[in-house]
């Protein structure tokens, strides 16, 4: 699966520019835009070898190896048709450690059995009795698309610029991809090397994405940022929850019924969160009760998909009405039109 995002940058004129690249670098809409080149991959036969991000894939699939297996196959392909000698492997993966030859020998052998190769086969890799090991498949190596990726200046214009990421899996249905405010991070939701569909963040100073902990089936709509970009927060399936982008545990904000659809934080660390059977529920980000934030005046309104603008304090949402379609549409909130009496239902203005 190929995932393509696009990032714009405000300025007088448009720049026709398009560029490939992996989606790691510095933010797209710094002074001097910088798209780094992705890693390359190694292609023998159905096998696909990317080092630098240490996958492996056999039809598209993802193969397991131990660490030291992985970087053996890396060297041997690295270097097709050329005789490695037993002391050449062992310095190159266990440069630190004194190992035996049975051990490369036993390395080699696993190896073989993931690619699906026998001993007598040598499809891929050659016994040299007595010397080493010879890379025998031809190895193509996939750089076309880092070729054009270099960097460009955006100062004056203003730059389309697209990023292409490969995925191993499917993505989740709908597609759930989210940017955080500071444009740093990536968040997309999309079947991971066990099969199992997840959150995976992606930083900018990252090779590679990782999984977000406890998002397991949690793909049924996009989740939302703090807006510091410090934590991730999702509403499906489940009480609002929220974890540090730095890593720990996912935490419990509040409890929403029955489900959560769509969540948006504010400034004043105020969350509001989708509810399908009735009004928007709203939550303090540090942890507490949930209580309504706008009311439906008949059992079939929905409020869903909310989101905070600027100011912090006006929101919209898409309030969805099932026995009147056409009166459904987005609608903006004031979260500071409380009465004095605490009803907490803001004005409305008409739909747009």
Partial sequence: MTVRFFAMSSSSALQNTDIYGTFASRPPL??????????????FGPITLIPGERVLLKDGKPLSLTP??????????????????????????????????????????????????SRDSARY???????????????????????????ISIDTAVSLLRFQEQ?????????????????????????????????????????????????ESILVVPPFWSPDSRFLAWATGGPVRKIRLSGGTPQTVCDVTPNGVGGTWSRDDIILVGNPSGGLMRCPASGGRATLATRTAEPSEAHLFPSFLPDGRHFIYLRVYRQAPERSGLYVGDLTSESSTGDPTPRMTPRV
Avoid: M
């Fill in 125 to 151: 890799i050659e016994t040299v009795p007595k010397r080493g090991y010879r890379f025998a498949a031809p190895v193509v190596r996939d750089e076309a698309i880092a070729e054009d990726a270099r960097p």
């Fill in 68 to 117: 030291k297996a992985f970087e053996l196959l890396a060297f041997l392909a690295a270097n097709p048709g050329r005789l490695l000698t037993k002391n050449e492997l062992l310095q190159a993966v266990w440069p630190d450690a004194v190992v035996e030859e049975s051990n490369l020998a036993y390395t080699v052998f696993a190896i073989r059995k993931a690619l699906g190769e």
């Fill in 167 to 215: 995925w191993w899996g499917k993505s989740s249905e709908p597609p759930s991809i989210s940017i955080s405010p500071d444009g740093r991070h990536l968040v997309l939701g999309a079947e991971g090397p066990d099969g199992v569909a997840r959150l995976w963040v992606r930083t900018l100073s990252e090779p590679s994405a990782r999984a977000v902990p406890g998002t």
């Fill in 30 to 43: 710094a002074d001097d835009c910088f798209v780094e080149q992705p890693a390359p991959r190694l292609q």
